[in-house]
């Protein structure tokens, strides 16, 4: 198939055309972007919690004193589950 007058087809659809922009029309603006102070907020706390150390310190070290003193008291497996059971409202 031989396809004569391509600048023909070409000029019928406008594919060379370049779309006519007005600068002056105010058509070229500015982006802005705003975060609310609940985003803010949100961005702070997330910061925070990041830099936060996943392990408590001061009950480790406390738990190590009452361990090496001996005064941890032994926790009756039957009185724990109860009263889980009791904090949650189920029964066993």
């Keep these: 198939m031989r396809i004569d007058a391509f600048n023909q087809v070409t000029q019928v659809y406008q594919t060379t055309k370049k779309p006519n922009v007005s600068k002056a029309a105010g058509v070229y603006g500015s982006d802005k972007v705003e975060i609310s102070s609940f985003g803010r907020d949100y961005q702070i706390a997330k910061q925070a919690v990041a830099n936060a150390s996943d392990i408590r310190e001061d009950k480790v070290a ?31």
């Design 62 to 92: 406390e738990a190590r004193v009452q361990i090496a003193d001996g005064s941890i008291m032994d926790v009756d497996v039957d009185d724990f589950a109860a009263a889980l059971a009791e904090k949650y409202g189920t029964t066993l």
